[in-house]
């Protein structure tokens, strides 16, 4: 897992600034083995374009945050319907080795959909005047959508990255983006958004 990191970022924050939010890309989702994996002909997709857009967001100096769920065991019903997926403190939970990792990168684990569960994800981004997130993980239709939809309730623009999220189908998938945007989600192939980061002015 990777260590949490001092919030300040090093470059002086804008009231516009953008951070890349990759959520739960952990083994048991995106393993073809894990306890809970996503269909199986978009896991190399997701990594792939969840990675090309971690590489070019760090050497853009935008904050990336990692999320991760670490459900405990108690959490009965639950482990029950997702069959013991992301348990804290099982390999299962780990993220994926293929994930791209970022050094000083942070990272918030959670217990719930919604990232905006653990309070230091808030107090992260407020704290680098963040204005705007961009979405690349799983599941679409529920921890994307639960996380989408807390960041709006707080004001803040959302980008999904369409090629970078996953769920059970693509049916399922194109359904929740189709959601999403309806809620007021900004949807976006990846190659959309990097070619728009390449063009921006710093």
């Not at 260590?3 to 009231?15: D, E, H």
């Not at 994996?37 to 857009?53: E, F, K, Y």
């Not at 990692?66 to 997926?85: C, H, K, S, V």
């Not at 994307?144 to 090629?163: E, Q, Y």
Request: some cysteine.
């Amino acid at each position: 897992m990777i260590p949490n990191a001092p919030a300040a970022i090093a470059s002086a924050p804008r009231s516009d600034s953008t951070a890349l939010l990759v959520l739960d890309l952990q083994v048991d989702f995106v393993e073809r083995g894990g306890r809970m994996p996503i269909a199986g002909d978009q896991i190399d997709q997701v990594l792939a374009a969840s990675n090309r857009v971690i590489k070019t967001a760090a050497a853009r100096d935008l904050p990336i945050v990692y999320i991760g769920n670490e459900y405990t065991r108690w959490d009965i019903p639950g482990n029950w319907f997702r069959r013991n997926a992301a348990r804290a403190g099982t390999p299962g939970a780990a993220l994926d080795p293929r994930l791209r990792k970022i050094a000083g990168a942070p990272y918030f684990p959670k217990h719930r959909g919604d990232a905006f569960s653990n309070p230091d994800l808030e107090r992260f981004l407020r704290s680098n005047h963040i204005g705007r997130i961009v979405l690349c993980g799983v599941y679409a239709g529920d921890c994307v959508a639960a996380t989408a939809r807390g960041a709006l309730s707080r004001g803040l623009t959302v980008v999904i990255l369409s090629d970078a999220v996953g769920a059970a189908s693509d049916s399922a998938r194109q359904s929740a983006l189709a959601n999403l945007s309806r809620t007021g989600a900004q949807i976006e192939t990846s190659d959309t958004f990097l070619t728009a980061l390449a063009a921006r002015r710093d």
